[in-house]
């Protein structure tokens, strides 16, 4: 596997994606604990030690809760730690659970920790690089395995024992296998477009001039250089003498000239985005692109959204402890859903800034969005 | 490149990553399906195995066949579910007779397959209606099995576990549509501004090239003419108000070579500082170059043109301010730096005491260009 191709994952390039995902990450952490429960209950009769049972129970809660809460936009991306947590729960489970009925257990295929993480495992292909999928389940299979066949002597079926550690261990190295295959495709993809994407952008930048866009007004310096200045110079290039009317004329475009230039060099993007940003030490230039992109549309949601008050919307540029951040303060309108509709920004925002944090206190949401001049890699 | 992966890409790339990974998840499940039948078959002595690998492998072929492109063709689609129905009756027909109906376990070898069937009705959903597709498989996974009940006049009845898990997939495919649209209805949005920046940053650059020519030219040639007495304009006077007006309108091109004799300059100079200093020499200036001046060349182009323009005008600061001729333009460079300094013996100036209207020459010809390419400027 190419290197390039096993360190990225879906949700990093994707970060819309990422949030589409996290609803089957819920639904397959909900499924996962209800099958756990619903098959312990119905199990019952299997098991000589319930607290052992109920300690697996609570881990398998604990996987599928971590779970949840590992792969919300506001906490991205979902990292290796995470994953191994998730794993680290759920294949305490299954121990726990062989535990709670060692010597009772008849049946193999009604083991329902095997089946749970295999569940959470399913919904993994948008999380974490296929190889770690792959590696976690891989290692956690050859356990589920072991234990099954260690258990083989009390099972009602007579079959090698070998067969009930293929089948104990067959839907979480499937789920494995589909979430591996699952995010090498779709990482696959996004690299591509990531490649195909960059290339057409330095090919606009090495190519003719863009039109500039509708919106884009162009400094009046140059206006007035094109409309005054040009005229006046060019008229002067063709004629054989100079007036004193014409040595007073460009003495005072000169003076007017060095003004407007002067103006023109303190207005940064930003107060031409949001005219009450606060900006003294002149930060916005050191923001590129796709950072200037993302603060240009979430001012515009923060503007046109419905759970938030356009009036009180400030932005300000500072100097943090190490690094320059943008901090983006609008007041939530009682009662509406801001930090839904503040999700998906969130998630892109992790994506193009070194570190993204936010709160809502007393009625206001505060972001802050840390920027890197120095370009480092993004997480 | 854009801030978010385009909503038109997502859909389909999501699909192609679901039908990778369902083939897997059926592969698996086939593959733990054989090598138990072969343990059984070799522990009870029981013939025929080799009958069992037949239809395994066309529903393996079926399902391969399916995830290629082949499958987007509709008479591809109905071999696929002619030879995997076929497979799947061929057995069930040899497997039912063998199980122990009193024996649940032994139906998980009918219930694998049956899962990997309906997994092949992902693969093909990706092509056609995912739901009308994962239905079919259903039926073709169910029928032969409910049709051998029939047969045996035994009561058929459909199993939990596939059913189960059918209705769950139908419930995904439904949700991810609903999902999508929800999560990523901010696409739009965040890419028209991602695509909105990065055409203001070429203007932008655009507008400081011109800026920065402004102040050198153009402002320089407006002061001469407001410095002259009135009267005749000469030929030279006139080439060079030409000459000024041509650098500040049009785009800077690459520099000629420069060969510079005198100090300690061995190398072949080329680019935009090289003609920064042939500006200064033909302004009248000295000057001196020294240090280490082969890395200029191996500098990006915005980088050069940005270092270019800033040389220039310090340049032009030494004739217009310093009271002398001579200015020393040493380069020394490291590792991962290149340092050029401009240094002369004039009256000097101290930037914070410089007005703003004088200033912006420093801000707009100096500072911002280097500043946008990571560099820094000390005066």
């Not at chain 2, 003419?225 to 800077?252: C, H, K, M, W």
């Amino acid at each position: 596997m190419s290197a390039r191709l096993g360190s990225h994952t879906a949700q990093q390039l994707d970060p819309l994606g990422g949030i589409t995902a996290r609803y089957f990450a819920i639904g397959a952490a909900v499924c996962a604990i209800a099958f756990s429960i619903g098959m312990s209950v119905s199990t019952f009769d299997q098991v000589d030690s319930p607290a052992l049972e109920i300690v697996a129970l609570l881990l398998m809660v604990g996987a599928g809760a971590h779970y949840v809460r590992a792969t919300s936009p506001f906490r991205a991306p979902f990292r290796r730690v995470d994953h191994v947590l998730v794993y680290t729960f759920g294949v305490g489970a299954v121990v726990l659970s062989a535990a709670a009925q060692w010597g009772s257990n008849l049946v193999v295929r009604d083991d329902w920790a095997p089946i749970a993480l295999a569940i959470l495992t399913f919904t993994l292909g948008s999380w974490r690089p296929g190889w770690e999928i792959l590696l976690c389940a891989g290692i956690a299979s050859l356990l589920v395995a072991a234990i099954a066949i260690s258990q083989a002597g009390t099972f009602s079926a007579d079959v090698p024992y070998p067969v009930f550690g293929i089948i104990t261990a067959a839907p979480l190295l499937a789920s494995a296998a589909a979430a591996s295959a699952f995010s090498n495709s779709l990482v696959r993809t996004l690299l591509s477009w990531r490649t195909v994407a960059t290339a057409e952008a330095t090919m606009v930048v090495a190519g003719p001039p863009a039109p500039l866009p509708g919106d884009h007004p162009q400094p009046r310096h140059l206006d007035y250089l094109d409309a005054q200045v040009v005229p006046f110079l060019t008229g002067l290039s063709l004629q054989e003498a100079l007036s004193d009317v014409e040595v007073d004329q460009a003495r005072r475009f000169a003076d007017e000239l060095q003004r407007l230039i002067a103006e023109d060099s303190a207005q940064s993007w930003l107060s031409q985005l949001e005219p009450t940003a606060y900006d003294p030490l002149k930060l916005a230039g050191l923001m590129d692109a796709d950072e200037r992109g993302f603060v240009s549309a979430l001012v515009d949601h923060l503007r046109t959204g419905t759970a938030y008050s356009r009036e009180g919307l400030t932005v300000t540029l500072d100097m943090g402890e190490r690094w320059p951040s943008c901090v983006v303060v609008v007041p939530c309108l009682p009662g509406a859903k801001a930090r839904v509709q503040l999700a998906p920004y969130i998630a892109v925002a992790r994506t193009v800034f070194q570190a993204v944090d936010w709160q809502m206190v007393g009625g206001q949401l505060e972001i802050c969005l840390t920027f890197d001049v120095f370009r480092q890699p993004k997480n | 490149m854009s801030l978010v992966f385009p909503n038109e890409m997502a859909a389909n790339s999501t699909n192609t990553a679901l039908a990778r990974g369902a083939y897997w998840f059926g592969l698996v499940f086939l593959a733990a399906t054989f090598v138990s039948i072969a343990l059984i078959a070799d522990a009870r002595s029981a013939p025929g195995v080799a009958a069992l690998l037949a239809p395994l492998a066309l529903i393996a072929a079926a399902g391969t066949v399916a995830v290629t492109p082949l499958a987007t063709r509709t008479v591809v689609i109905v071999a696929v579910a002619l030879l995997t129905l076929a497979g799947n009756t061929l057995y069930t027909g040899i497997l039912l007779p063998r199980l122990d109906g009193a024996a649940p376990s032994d139906m998980v070898l009918l219930t694998l397959p049956k899962i990997a069937i309906v997994m092949t009705g992902v693969v093909i959903g990706r092509f056609r209606s995912g739901v009308a597709s994962i239905v079919v498989a259903y039926v073709i996974a169910e029928a032969p099995v409910v049709v051998f009940y029939l047969v045996r006049a035994d009561a058929p009845s459909l199993g939990v576990a596939l059913t189960a898990f059918t209705a769950v997939l139908l419930l995904v495919r439904v949700m991810l549509i609903v999902t999508r649209k929800r999560s990523r209805a901010s696409q739009p949005a965040m890419s028209r501004a991602g695509e909105a920046e990065r055409a203001a940053t070429l203007s932008l650059r655009r507008e400081r090239d011109c800026s920065a020519r402004v102040q050198d030219a153009v402002l320089d040639e407006l002061a001469a003419v407001g410095a002259s007495t009135p009267g005749l304009l000469g030929a030279p006077a006139r080439e060079r108000i030409l000459s000024s007006l041509q650098l500040a309108t049009v785009p800077a091109a690459g520099a000629p070579a420069l060969d510079f004799d005198g100090g300690l300059q061995v190398a072949e100079l080329r680019g935009d500082v090289a003609a920064a200093l042939t500006g200064a020499r033909e302004l009248g200036l000295a000057v001196s170059v020294n240090g280490d001046v082969g890395p200029l060349e191996l500098l990006d182009a915005d980088v050069s043109r940005a270092l270019g323009l800033a040389v220039a005008h310090c340049l032009g600061n030494v004739h217009r301010h310093s009271g002398t001729r001579d200015v020393e333009v040493s380069v020394l460079t490291t590792e991962s730096e290149v340092c050029v300094m401009v240094i002369d013996s004039g009256v000097g100036f101290t930037e914070s005491k410089i007005g703003a209207d004088h200033g912006g020459g420093l801000r707009t010809a100096v500072r911002a260009p280097l500043d946008a390419v990571g560099g820094r400027v000390q005066v």
